[in-house]
């Protein structure tokens, strides 16, 4: 075995010596794949895939999120008028890290866009954006405003858009609806 001075040079840096040690380790390192692994594997993901997407698409978790009037009708949504559970649209959560669904509700003014942004991209993914009335898909009765965007679109990408102004709570639930369709194949994007 080598005899390590440990007096040299090359350990003023010990990081860079720990790097060599690990890179000079794994040339060495033969490692034998195991097919039953493989296969048991491939199997579990074949299997699983299809129970994780049926319970993606029955298990939407929507962000406790509203910008403006449209937000009220989001309240709405919540109702027990509505009883959205009973589709799996479950309880709104208030960290974006446990929701996959924005509804961008009301008008989206410049000065917003990039808190909507961090608070997409904290999102678990696969996430998926529903804009929610006529300001977030066009920007409403504000679309020649100086400081409010033309919609929600101009920003993330839009799986399912509600018209109305404002907009029912049972269209959320029909756009939620579209959206389980669209993630089980049934529509096309
Ligand atoms: S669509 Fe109508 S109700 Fe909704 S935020 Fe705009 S102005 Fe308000």
């Known amino acids: 075995m080598e005899e390590i001075d440990y007096n040299s040079d ?12 690990v890179e000079e380790s ?43 009037c449209c937000a009220i009708e989001l309240m709405d949504f919540g109702s027990p008028r509505i009883d959205a559970e009973r589709k799996g649209y479950l309880l709104f959560r208030g960290t974006p890290r446990q929701c996959d669904v924005m509804i961008v509700a009301g008008w989206v003014t410049k000065s917003v866009i990039p808190e909507i942004k961090r608070l997409y991209e904290q999102m678990a993914k696969p996430r998926y954006v529903v804009a929610y009335g006529e300001c977030a898909t066009c920007g409403g009765p504000w679309w020649e405003s100086y400081n409010i965007i033309r919609g929600i679109d101009q920003v993330l990408p839009v799986d399912v858009f509600v018209a109305g102004c404002p907009p029912r709570p049972e269209n959320l639930f029909g756009a939620l609806m579209k959206l389980q369709k669209k993630l089980g194949g049934e529509i096309e994007d």
Do not use: C
Not at 42 to 63: D, V
């Open 10 to 21: 090359k350990f003023i840096n010990a990081k860079a010596e720990m790097d060599r040690l």
């Open 26 to 68: 794994l040339k060495t390192r033969t490692v034998k794949p195991n097919v039953l692994f493989g296969k048991l594997s491939e199997l579990t993901k074949a299997t699983s895939s299809k129970a994780i997407e049926w319970s993606r698409q029955n298990s939407l978790w929507p962000m406790q999120f509203g910008l403006a």
